[in-house]
């Protein structure tokens, strides 16, 4: 986000994600799915993004990136 000179949204986007990581850094899966939490973070940074550019198009794919990633899908 800073690279893109949005650093100003960070606090409030980390505030929004607090409770998803226990005191370890750990995701807490007990309190959330993870697809839910990154529907949400998505969701976040679409926002920023109309802020920002005035549509969501920067954090288009966000959830569908991460999803593959995690499911080992490189492509």
Same mark, same amino acid.
């Given at each position: 986000? !800073?690279?893109?000179?949005? !650093? @100003? &949204?960070?606090? !409030? ?5 607090? !409770? ?6 750990? *995701?807490? &899966?007990? @309190?959330?799915?993870?697809?839910? *939490? ?26 569908? *990136?991460?999803?593959? &990633? ?6």
């Amino acid at each position: 986000m !800073g690279r893109l000179g949005w !650093g @100003r &949204h960070f606090e !409030g986007l980390a505030a929004r994600l607090d !409770g998803a990581f226990g005191a370890d850094g750990i *995701f807490a &899966h007990d @309190r959330l799915r993870f697809v839910d *939490f990154v529907d949400d973070v998505e969701e976040m940074l679409e926002e920023v993004a109309r802020q920002e550019r005035g549509d969501e198009e920067a954090a288009d794919d966000f959830e569908e *990136f991460v999803l593959r &990633h995690y499911a080992g899908d490189s492509g």
